[in-house]
């Protein structure tokens, strides 16, 4: 096989290029995403005990980096000055206006304080699109100031540094308040890694794909998961660390599932047409489904107080579907405007 074999691509409406079944993973997770806001913010569900959704998203969030990770390298690009300010050009309007827009009118419409809720990590939920945009200008930098094969040596150091943000006491040895750490989400920036390993599998697809087709990669990465997770309470090791080995077996899971089934994710089957379309808006969906979540329902804290994690899982993947449409449909209606549509969610402006 080529080893410089890439995935193939077909034409956007938007002129960029998409992989179909990547599309369809996308809307998957924005989906499961959804869905734990809702055991979230609706339920209080959201602890391992009595919420399915929780496994799920020990994978979703670091396979969302690494999909972005995966997306960004491109083998024909040369990263010189010219090329490095484009992408700063593209990349800052289209993840720091629209997402910063929407965080003050949530906090507005919500009345959450904007100081308390800038100087927080979570930003109200709207730390993921700050926290890309920082992996997407440490990437930049690093590919503009590093060449080959350096590059991916120097990013992934930085992953493995970035790594000690996972542990509450990194803020005891870094010489910064807590409230610039909260400002810049830090706690974030362990995912990183994902970020990085999304670039080295698209960079090594040929490889990639042969391992997985291998099987015995797959397999393992299937024992780690279900056993680490059934087992957590008995392994000596910081849940911490257990987290990095479900994220990474997940990831493998859930890239080899999608790959492999590209047939059933194609835009040809209503499920994947369904889940491709959701995934070229999750930025949309994303920045809109906050102010959809329905916070005071009278079923929050029913299945804290009486757990039931599959009729859970129907209610508040009902529920998901619900949102992620009421989001589309507002999504489509601000793309009625150009200008909207460009500077909210990205599109090009015509």
């Not at 396979?63 to 997306?71: D, E, H, Q, T």
């Not at 393992?220 to 087992?231: A, D, K, T, W």
């Amino acid at each position: 096989m080529d080893a410089n074999i890439q995935p193939r691509m077909r034409q956007g409406q938007d002129g960029a290029q998409r992989i179909g079944y990547l599309d369809a993973l996308r809307g998957f997770i924005m989906f499961v995403i959804v869905e734990f806001h809702v055991t979230f913010f609706c339920f209080h569900a959201s602890n391992r005990v009595c919420s399915f959704t929780w496994y799920l998203m020990q994978i979703t969030v670091p396979m969302f980096f690494f999909i972005s990770g995966f997306l960004a390298y491109r083998r024909d690009v040369k990263w010189d000055l010219g090329h490095l300010g484009r992408f700063f050009k593209k990349k800052i309007p289209f993840l720091l206006v629209g997402a910063t827009l929407f965080f003050l009118l949530y906090v507005y419409v919500f009345d959450r304080g904007l100081s308390n809720a800038v100087f927080t990590a979570g930003k109200c939920g709207y730390w993921f699109t700050y926290v890309l945009l920082i992996f997407f200008i440490l990437y930049a930098v690093v590919r503009f100031l590093v060449r080959e094969p350096w590059a991916d040596i120097v990013l992934v150091l930085f992953g493995l540094a970035l790594l000690v943000t996972a542990w509450p006491g990194y803020k005891d040895y870094v010489p910064l308040s807590g409230k610039v750490l909260s400002f810049l989400s830090v706690d974030f920036w362990h995912l990183f890694i994902y970020f990085v390993l999304g670039t080295l599998v698209k960079k090594h697809f040929a490889l990639v794909e042969r391992l997985l087709d291998g099987k015995w990669l797959v397999t393992l990465c299937l024992l780690i998961y279900f056993l680490g997770n059934i087992f957590q309470y008995y392994i000596p090791v910081s849940y911490k660390i257990l987290s990095v080995f479900f994220a990474l077996s997940g990831i493998v899971i859930l890239f080899s599932f999608f790959h492999n089934k590209q047939a059933l994710f194609s835009g040809q089957t209503k499920l994947g047409s369904a889940l491709q379309l959701v995934g070229r808006r999750t930025l949309d969906i994303y920045l809109i489904h906050f102010f959809l979540i329905p916070y005071n329902l009278s079923l929050v804290s029913f299945f804290t107080d009486h757990p039931m994690p599959l009729v859970e899982l129907i209610v508040s993947s009902f529920l998901a579907i619900v949102i992620i449409g009421v989001s589309l449909l507002v999504s489509n209606v601000i793309r009625l405007s150009p200008f909207l549509g460009h500077w909210l969610f990205g599109a090009k402006n015509v």
